[in-house]
T-cell receptor, first 116, second 113 residues
Framework: AQSVTQPDIHITVSEGASLELRCNYS??????LFWYVQSPGQGLQLLLK??????LVQGIKGFEAEFKRSQSSFNLRKPSVHWSDAAEYFC??????????????FGAGTRLAVHP | GAGVSQSPSNKVTEKGKDVELRCDPI?????LYWYRQSLGQGLEFLIY????????KSGLPSDRFSAERTGGSVSTLTIQRTQQEDSAVYLC???????????FGPGTRLLVL
């Protein structure tokens, strides 16, 4: 069965510091991979996605992620964190449904706190 | 109407009552998904609609949960005889045909007392 693991439940960084959030997946074929962000009381906003091609993908708000098949990982990075990045981050993998669509299987999330 | 909308934003109900949650997807999105976000279970898939095809109900936790989608657009998730463990945020998402990216609504926060 497909699964997603986010090993870090909570991360605290200083504003301006670099950030890496870890994500490991379990999936038999080439996965569809996503990172979403959720601010308090809000829905999920898509940061970036990987379907195929270049393994380094750029997203919104200065985020990027790198797909590493050999490590079954899709880690999210940002070179310099802003206070407004404080939120919960979810990694997800697409899992096949009928009709060719995919449900999303989410990791448990990583809550990011940013110190001034 | 730029995004997925959901109503109500918050719902407080008593144990044993029925509730209805509404989702209005992005115009042109034929696929619609319901997810539940709870403290104990995280984010989990509930049900999926694609056009006029029969829905995929594989994620519904019990037969107290049902959903319908009228006219290929608005969807209603119904929970009958609510239990305290149904307390969660219910999220709706939609996507274009043949596209993998799902766009989420703000969610309905349900509290069962």
């Amino acid at each position: 069965a497909q699964s997603v693991t986010q090993p870090d439940i909570h991360i605290t960084v200083s504003e301006g510091a670099s950030l890496e959030l870890r994500c490991n997946y379990s999936y038999g074929a080439t996965p569809y991979l996503f990172w979403y962000v959720q601010s308090p009381g809000q829905g999920l906003q898509l940061l970036l996605k990987y379907f195929s091609g270049d393994t380094l993908v750029q997203g919104i708000k200065g985020f990027e992620a790198e797909f590493k098949r050999s490590q079954s990982s899709f880690n999210l990075r940002k070179p310099s964190v802003h206070w407004s990045d404080a939120a919960e981050y979810f990694c997800a993998v697409g899992s096949s449904l009928s009709g060719g669509y995919n449900k999303l299987i989410f990791g448990a999330g990583t809550r990011l706190a940013v110190h001034p | 109407g730029a995004g997925v909308s959901q109503s109500p934003s918050n719902k407080v109900t008593e144990k044993g009552k029925d509730v209805e949650l509404r989702c209005d997807p992005i115009s042109g999105h034929t696929a619609l998904y319901w997810y539940r976000q709870s403290l104990g279970q995280g984010l989990e898939f509930l049900i999926y609609f694609q056009g006029n095809s029969a829905p995929d109900k594989s994620g519904l936790p019990s037969d107290r949960f049902s959903a319908e989608r009228t006219g290929g657009s608005v969807s209603t998730l119904t929970i009958q005889r609510t239990q305290q463990e149904d307390s969660a945020v219910y999220l709706c998402a939609s996507s274009f045909p043949n596209q993998e990216t799902q766009y989420f609504g703000p969610g309905t926060r349900l509290l069962v007392l």
